[in-house]
């Protein structure tokens, strides 16, 4: 096709150049931020191998090290990617030849742990319970009592998937009385929930910028204590970009980036850990919670069930079973028109919807949320209260 010069092509490229309008973000990670975290990415440009970006990056690693509950034991490997990057770096550097992992299998992401391992060739033993259901911990126990190959476990603290929180306190004292060494994907946890790598027994804690510490995609972490990452020299690597060892070693002894991470989000991330540390995890977690139960307690008026049982449900994601007469596609695209995105679910669990209550939301987006929730469903219910309920859910 020829263009003449006066005319202005609307080609694909141009439609993406122009920003959506403020969107209300209910999905489980990416999530709306602070502004002064927005603000962080427009620091100068820096060098990354400079004097100014070894500062960022001890300050960022001190920072993630403190919300993961770390001591002077501890230390935080930095890595450019999502949370994925993070865990496998973690899941293909610290299982040595001739061990295996266990994986307590009750949803997605466990299923994304045990294959990132098989992808590496690194033995796998699942327990299924079945998405959505709670962990059997005696299973656990007995499966560690009787096979002596295991060396390490691969726990999903929060099933995004389905809404579930796991019991990590009490795995991890089962783990560590079998002397055997506890993986922990924290990545939509950290911030939001109790979680301390001392108290319950963590040696490899995986975070992620972007969830519940209200940091910006692009940047994770490995927390763990520095004699676990210092005997990395010992274990032969099976990747190259994501070996943790290597990483660990220019990141602690030469205070410098193994790689260009990405530098921005770092500034980012800096920021938001400090808002996180003011803040407090329990003070989140209770503003979370909040905005959560206001959500359940609405919706349950409109026939939307929690997929999880109240005491097992995480206080940032609710997965919701969708009544008869609700399609998702619809509910979806009528929020979004409003400014809202929701999510969705693996098929296999049906007619389901996610919505999420992590990030920089107010209790006014939460009250014009469920309007415009009313509004698409068609059927309105009398005017939500804004007081939080207190139940705990």
Same mark, same amino acid.
């Given at each position: 096709?020829?263009?003449? %010069?006066?005319?202005?092509?609307?080609? $694909?490229?141009?439609?993406?150049?122009?920003?959506?309008?403020?969107?209300?973000?209910?999905? $489980?990670?990416?999530?709306?931020?602070?502004?002064?975290?927005?603000?962080?990415?427009?620091?100068?440009?820096?060098?990354?191998?400079?004097?100014?970006?070894?500062?960022?990056?001890?300050?960022?690693?001190?920072?993630?090290?403190?919300?993961?509950?770390?001591?002077?034991?501890? +230390?935080?490997?930095?890595?450019?990617?999502?949370?994925? %990057?993070?865990?496998?770096?973690?899941?293909?550097? &610290?299982?040595?030849?001739?061990?295996?992992?266990?994986?307590?299998?009750?949803?997605?992401?466990?299923?994304?742990?045990?294959? #990132?391992?098989?992808?590496?060739?690194?033995?796998?033993?699942? #327990?299924?319970?079945?998405?959505?259901?709670?962990?059997?911990?005696?299973?656990?126990?007995?499966?560690?009592?009787?096979?002596? !190959?295991?060396?390490?476990?691969?726990?999903?603290?929060?099933?995004?998937? !389905?809404?579930?929180?796991?019991?990590?306190? @009490?795995?991890?004292?089962?783990? %560590?009385?079998?002397?055997?060494?506890?993986?922990?994907?924290?990545?939509? +946890?950290?911030?939001?929930?109790?979680?301390?790598?001392?108290?319950?027994?963590?040696?490899?804690?995986?975070?992620?910028?972007?969830?519940?510490?209200?940091?910006?995609?692009?940047?994770?972490?490995?927390?763990?204590?520095?004699?676990?990452?210092?005997?990395?020299?010992? &274990?032969?690597?099976?990747?190259?970009?994501?070996?943790?060892?290597?990483?660990?070693?220019?990141?602690?002894?030469?205070?410098?980036?193994?790689? !260009?991470?990405?530098?921005?989000?770092?500034?980012?991330?800096? &920021?938001?850990?400090?808002?996180?540390?003011? @803040?407090?995890?329990?003070?989140?977690?209770?503003?979370?919670?909040?905005?959560?139960?206001?959500?359940?307690?609405?919706?349950?008026?409109?026939?939307? @069930?929690?997929?999880? $049982?109240?005491?097992?449900?995480?206080?940032?994601?609710?997965?919701?079973?969708?009544?008869?007469?609700?399609?998702?596609?619809?509910?979806?695209?009528?929020?979004?028109?409003?400014?809202?995105? #929701?999510?969705?679910?693996?098929?296999?669990?049906?007619?389901?919807?996610?919505?999420?209550?992590?990030?920089?939301? +107010?209790?006014?987006? #939460?009250?014009?949320?469920?309007?415009?929730?009313?509004?698409?469903?068609?059927?309105?219910?009398?005017?939500?209260?804004?007081?939080?309920?207190?139940?705990?859910?």
């Amino acid at each position: 096709m020829t263009v003449r %010069a006066t005319e202005t092509p609307t080609t $694909p490229a141009t439609a993406r150049t122009t920003p959506p309008p403020h969107q209300v973000l209910l999905n $489980p990670g990416p999530v709306n931020v602070h502004d002064r975290v927005r603000a962080a990415l427009a620091y100068p440009d820096v060098c990354h191998r400079e004097p100014e970006a070894a500062e960022l990056l001890d300050a960022v690693r001190a920072k993630a090290t403190a919300v993961c509950g770390g001591d002077e034991r501890h +230390t935080s490997v930095l890595l450019a990617g999502s949370g994925t %990057a993070a865990l496998e770096a973690v899941l293909s550097s &610290v299982v040595p030849q001739g061990g295996a992992l266990l994986v307590p299998h009750n949803g997605h992401y466990a299923e994304r742990v045990a294959s #990132i391992a098989e992808a590496h060739r690194i033995p796998v033993r699942r #327990i299924e319970f079945g998405w959505g259901e709670p962990i059997d911990l005696a299973a656990v126990d007995a499966a560690l009592a009787e096979d002596a !190959t295991i060396s390490h476990v691969g726990l999903v603290h929060h099933e995004t998937s !389905t809404g579930m929180l796991n019991p990590l306190s @009490e795995l991890g004292e089962i783990v %560590a009385r079998h002397g055997r060494s506890l993986i922990v994907d924290a990545i939509s +946890t950290l911030g939001a929930e109790p979680l301390d790598v001392v108290a319950d027994h963590v040696d490899w804690c995986v975070g992620t910028a972007n969830k519940c510490l209200e940091g910006l995609p692009g940047t994770s972490f490995v927390c763990a204590p520095r004699a676990l990452l210092d005997g990395l020299s010992e &274990v032969r690597p099976r990747t190259y970009y994501l070996d943790l060892g290597a990483h660990h070693v220019a990141q602690d002894r030469a205070r410098a980036p193994l790689f !260009t991470p990405a530098v921005q989000a770092l500034y980012a991330l800096d &920021v938001a850990l400090d808002l996180t540390l003011e @803040e407090t995890v329990a003070a989140r977690s209770r503003r979370y919670r909040e905005h959560a139960d206001r959500v359940r307690a609405h919706l349950a008026g409109h026939g939307f @069930e929690p997929l999880v $049982p109240d005491g097992h449900r995480a206080s940032s994601v609710t997965v919701f079973r969708l009544p008869d007469g609700v399609e998702y596609q619809h509910l979806h695209d009528r929020l979004k028109a409003d400014g809202f995105v #929701i999510y969705g679910c693996p098929p296999r669990l049906g007619s389901i919807c996610r919505i999420a209550t992590m990030g920089q939301l +107010t209790t006014d987006q #939460i009250s014009a949320f469920l309007v415009a929730f009313d509004a698409a469903l068609g059927a309105p219910l009398p005017t939500d209260d804004a007081t939080p309920s207190t139940s705990q859910a």
